[in-house]
């Protein structure tokens, strides 16, 4: 597509509850990144993926928290028995190649609002 | 440990001033620096970028400025626009890494 799609753009569910969040990258972009932004805060890294694999999840809060991207393109993060501190904008991101040896320029998507009552 | 600070929350300017955003960094092997801007619902998006050999890069109204003995850079809008009003987040690249984002610095033009 044209740019970084997200979906849902909001979700309200209750704290326990599992969640899904999509992201549609720009086609042809290999690199695709979660980041989560609290309120007040910049977007925070969680996972990286190069092609269909995980190339840096070390910003996963904890085991909760899992992303796939079974083709390469569409990617999902779940949330697990979510907590309230879970609430955030959570951003999708892609890049043409990823970290290289030039400036590495994300395209953001809208965001997808999480609130967890 | 924040390894990208911007220290001003806010900032207001008039229109046709200049205005300056700051960012700090402690990591000496960032090997980029970039501004992202974000309006409201939506997401950042990318300003301008300066390699950690450059010392300046001008991009129209846009001027990025870095001090590397400081670990230090600016953002300079000039002459700043009411639509110059949003956040602007400075983020760092280290190859092999995801960007790394400072808590962005609110700035305010008014006509």
């Known amino acids: 597509g044209a740019g970084v799609s997200q979906t849902p753009s909001n979700k309200v569910t209750e704290k326990g509850k599992y969640v899904e969040l999509r992201c549609d990258p720009i086609s042809g972009h290999t690199a695709l990144y979660w980041y989560r932004q609290s309120l007040g805060q910049g977007p925070e890294f969680l996972i990286y993926?190069?092609?269909?694999?995980?190339?840096?999840d070390s910003g996963l809060p904890n085991d909760r928290f899992f992303a796939v991207r079974p083709e390469g393109s569409v990617s999902t993060l779940k949330i697990q028995r979510t907590e309230r501190g879970d609430s955030a904008v959570y951003l999708c991101?892609?890049?043409?190649?990823?970290?290289?040896?030039?400036?590495?320029?994300?395209?953001f998507g809208a965001g997808s609002r999480l609130t967890v009552l | 440990d924040q390894q990208v600070k911007q220290n001003s929350p806010s900032l207001s300017v008039q229109e046709g001033r200049i205005s300056i955003l700051n960012c700090d960094y402690t990591?000496?092997?960032?090997?980029?620096f970039l501004w992202y801007k974000k309006y409201p619902a939506e997401g950042p998006t990318f300003l301008i970028s300066?390699?950690?050999?450059?010392d300046k890069n001008e991009d129209g109204r846009f001027t990025v400025f870095l001090n590397k003995s400081a670990k230090h850079l600016s953002l300079h809008i000039v002459p700043s626009q009411p639509g110059d009003s949003a956040v602007y987040f400075c983020?760092?690249?280290?190859?092999?890494?995801?960007?790394?984002f400072g808590k962005g610095t609110t700035l305010s033009v008014s006509s």
């Open positions: 300066i390699s950690s050999i450059k």
């Open positions: 983020a760092a690249d280290q190859a092999g890494t995801a960007l790394i």
């Open positions: 990591n000496s092997m960032f090997d980029y």
């Open positions: 991101a892609s890049s043409l190649t990823g970290p290289s040896s030039g400036a590495n320029v994300l395209t």
């Open positions: 993926f190069q092609g269909t694999g995980a190339a840096d």
